[in-house]
């Protein structure tokens, strides 16, 4: 029996999130996105800890920006969405949605959610039963669409929530009391929504990070991925509507918010 990974949340800038995986059986580390090389490295070599693979979720320089003094110091295999490869980092291995690769001996499946920006992509360890999504869904949220449309997001949204119930969902930014203040505006009445609110706003009084969460407490309290629903269709008044045009008109919303 192999150890699972260690997974380390590690902010950076003024509100983002990084992710390290490390091997303690084989010394390996591998990271997530790399909006911050200093604060990166800082944490790395605070633990001893060196560096053998970037995964990369999409193009945004507050999630690539660290590449390359990473690259310097460390060397590391670089790896992101073939569909990116003209605005990302150089990369050693290109991957695309239904193709596996190995991160420190794990197995990754990664998706295609386009949505926040087309070729994004969510990489999916199904034995360590995490996903990390950066700026597809978040916590109590999702990414603005700044290059997909709504329909995009909403199919990307339902690859996401098809994952076990069990998954942790690693996403890209600290914004979950903002987005419980919103998702709330649209079902004011959920109860696991509002102890849910509750819980994010006495982590942020201590600066504790609301991410990783869960994915079942996204299905209970995100309004994304609850379009679907009648309770919700009824509560932005579309009673009946499809869920990708339901979608569309709380993202709308979450823009004017």
Same mark, same amino acid.
């Not at 949340?9 to 996105?33: I, K, Q, R």
């Not at 990390?132 to 916590?139: C, I, K, Y």
């Not at 979950?176 to 706003?201: D, W, Y």
């Given at each position: 029996m192999t150890m699972p990974l260690e997974i380390v949340t590690l902010p950076c800038l003024s509100?983002?999130?990084?992710?390290l995986l490390h091997n303690a059986e084989t010394g390996g580390t591998a990271l997530v996105d790399a909006p911050d090389a200093g604060a990166i490295?800082?944490?790395?070599?605070?633990?001893?800890?060196?560096?053998d693979q970037i995964l990369l979720t999409h193009h945004h320089w507050d999630h690539i920006d660290g590449v390359a003094d990473l690259q310097a110091a460390y060397d590391p295999q670089i790896v992101g969405a073939s569909a990116d490869a003209h605005r990302l980092p150089d990369l050693d291995l290109a991957v695309k949605e239904g193709e596996t690769f190995s991160c420190?001996?794990? &197995?990754? %499946?990664?998706?295609?959610?386009?949505?926040?920006?087309? +070729?994004? !992509? =969510?990489?999916?360890?199904?034995?360590?039963?995490?996903?990390?999504?950066?700026?597809?869904?978040?916590?109590?949220?999702?990414?603005?669409?700044?290059?997909?449309?709504?329909?995009q997001m909403w199919q990307s949204l339902q690859k996401l929530a098809a994952l076990p119930d069990n998954t942790t969902v690693y996403?890209?930014?600290?914004?979950? &009391?903002? %987005?419980?203040?919103?998702?709330?505006?649209?079902?004011? +009445?959920? !109860? =696991?929504l509002q102890k849910r609110s509750a819980a994010v706003h006495?982590?942020?009084?201590?600066?504790?990070?609301?991410?990783?969460?869960?994915?079942q407490e996204e299905l209970d309290t995100n309004p994304f991925l609850r379009a679907h629903l009648d309770s919700v269709k009824d509560a932005v008044g579309m009673a009946g509507a499809p869920a990708a045009e339901v979608f569309a008109e709380i993202r709308a919303r979450k823009d004017r918010f």
């Amino acid at each position: 029996m192999t150890m699972p990974l260690e997974i380390v949340t590690l902010p950076c800038l003024s509100d983002n999130y990084a992710f390290l995986l490390h091997n303690a059986e084989t010394g390996g580390t591998a990271l997530v996105d790399a909006p911050d090389a200093g604060a990166i490295k800082t944490e790395l070599d605070r633990r001893g800890w060196g560096l053998d693979q970037i995964l990369l979720t999409h193009h945004h320089w507050d999630h690539i920006d660290g590449v390359a003094d990473l690259q310097a110091a460390y060397d590391p295999q670089i790896v992101g969405a073939s569909a990116d490869a003209h605005r990302l980092p150089d990369l050693d291995l290109a991957v695309k949605e239904g193709e596996t690769f190995s991160c420190l001996g794990e &197995e990754v %499946n990664v998706l295609d959610v386009s949505g926040h920006t087309v +070729g994004h !992509i =969510a990489l999916h360890f199904p034995a360590l039963a995490a996903v990390f999504t950066a700026d597809s869904l978040m916590a109590l949220g999702c990414g603005r669409l700044f290059e997909g449309t709504p329909a995009q997001m909403w199919q990307s949204l339902q690859k996401l929530a098809a994952l076990p119930d069990n998954t942790t969902v690693y996403s890209g930014h600290e914004y979950t &009391e903002s %987005n419980a203040r919103f998702a709330l505006s649209i079902e004011p +009445g959920n !109860i =696991a929504l509002q102890k849910r609110s509750a819980a994010v706003h006495s982590a942020r009084e201590k600066d504790h990070p609301t991410v990783p969460s869960q994915l079942q407490e996204e299905l209970d309290t995100n309004p994304f991925l609850r379009a679907h629903l009648d309770s919700v269709k009824d509560a932005v008044g579309m009673a009946g509507a499809p869920a990708a045009e339901v979608f569309a008109e709380i993202r709308a919303r979450k823009d004017r918010f």
